[in-house]
């Protein structure tokens, strides 16, 4: 079966310092894709990345970037020179990879609360 | 703005009453997916369409049912409410080939 564990249950850091958000998945496929959401307090889920399993080159978006290890089964994310627009619910998922027609479904961790102090 | 659009935003109903939460995808999206989230179970999967056919199926209760229509816009009827049926239930709709999923802002539920 598939399982997302973020162990990190709340983050507080002050303005400007670095946070890196752990995401460990377990699956039997050796396909898959790996994905990162943000829910800030106004609620909606806001898509930032997704990640082939057959690509473990890191991804830098401007002060987010992504450490996909497949050895360790881990997918973190970390924000440099957080600021309070950052503070939200981070969700880490999984999906099974589809070999045509619809996607399949998400499988959610239970997220991190990040919590960034001016 | 994900362009998934869900209606209404709160919905605050009595025990044992039924409701129907509206989803529209975004244009072109074929696959609509209903999630509840709740403080003590997280982000839940309840069920998936695809173009109108039950896709996937997860965590749902008998009392909830879903459907898709001939125009993509699906429906997540919930009936016979209880108290811990109280969430924040988001629809989702993806494009073909292992597309992202993206989300609509949600339809808060409180049952009273």
């Known amino acids: 079966a598939q399982k997302v564990t973020q162990a990190q249950t709340e983050i507080s850091v002050v303005e400007k310092e670095d946070v890196t958000l752990d995401c460990v998945y377990e699956?039997?496929?050796?396909?898959?894709?790996l994905f990162w959401y943000k829910q800030p307090p106004s609620g909606e889920l806001v898509f930032l990345i997704r990640?082939?399993?057959?690509?473990?080159q890191n991804e830098i978006s401007g002060r987010y970037s992504w450490n996909f290890q497949k050895s360790t089964s881990s997918f973190n994310f970390t924000i440099t020179a957080s600021q309070v627009v950052d503070s939200a619910v981070y969700f880490c998922a999984l999906s099974e990879v589809n070999y045509g027609g619809a996607t399949n479904k998400l499988i959610f961790g239970t997220g991190t609360l990040l919590a960034v102090q001016p | 703005d994900s362009g998934v659009t869900q209606t209404p935003k709160h919905l605050i109903t009595a025990t044992g009453q039924r409701v129907t939460l509206r989803c529209s995808p975004r244009s072109g999206d074929l696959s609509v997916y209903w999630y509840q989230q709740s403080l003590d179970q997280g982000l839940q999967f309840l069920i998936q369409y695809y173009n109108g056919e039950e896709r996937a199926k997860g965590n749902i209760l008998e009392r909830f049912s879903a459907q898709q229509f001939p125009d993509l816009h699906s429906e997540l009827n919930l009936s016979s409410l209880e108290l811990g049926d109280s969430a924040l239930y988001f629809c989702?709709?993806?494009?073909?080939?292992?597309?992202?999923?993206?989300f609509g802002n949600g339809t808060r539920l409180t049952v009273t």
């Open positions: 699956t039997r496929d050796t396909t898959y894709y």
């Open positions: 990640r082939n399993s057959f690509d473990e």
């Open positions: 989702a709709s993806s494009g073909q080939g292992n597309s992202p999923l993206h």
